[in-house]
């Protein structure tokens, strides 16, 4: 089973920025594609970004062009680069595999406030 660590969360203010990682246990994260999924209180978790093990990217409507998604295979880490960010990506952010998942890791929380 593949343990999953998620960090850089925190307080920021609208229009700022952050940048998340997601660190994974194991050898075999390159090979399957990855997603960052976050959710907000009192709602469903939902997938923001998602990235294929060669790289090509995908992004739910609410996130494109503020949010850039990377890897690097080599050091079994995910990144989430946020920008621009809005009230509204207040959540906890998690990281997975996709399709189905591992076991969720404790997830990173960003709250977005002025």
């Known amino acids: 089973q593949v343990r999953l660590v998620e960090s850089g969360g925190g307080l920021v203010q609208p229009g700022g920025s952050l940048r998340l990682s997601c660190a994974a246990s194991g050898s075999i994260f390159g090979i399957y594609a990855m997603g960052w999924y976050r959710q907000a209180p009192g709602k469903q978790r939902e997938l923001v970004a998602s990235?294929?093990?060669?790289?090509?990217?995908n992004y739910a409507g609410s996130v494109q062009g503020r949010f850039t998604i990377s890897r690097d295979n080599a050091k079994n880490t995910m990144y989430l680069q946020m920008s621009s960010l809005k009230p509204e990506d207040t959540a906890v952010y998690y990281c997975?595999?996709?399709?189905?998942?591992?076991?969720w890791g404790q997830g990173t929380q960003v709250t977005v406030s002025s």
């Open positions: 990235i294929t093990p060669g790289g090509s990217t």
């Open positions: 997975n595999k996709i399709p189905g998942s591992w076991s």
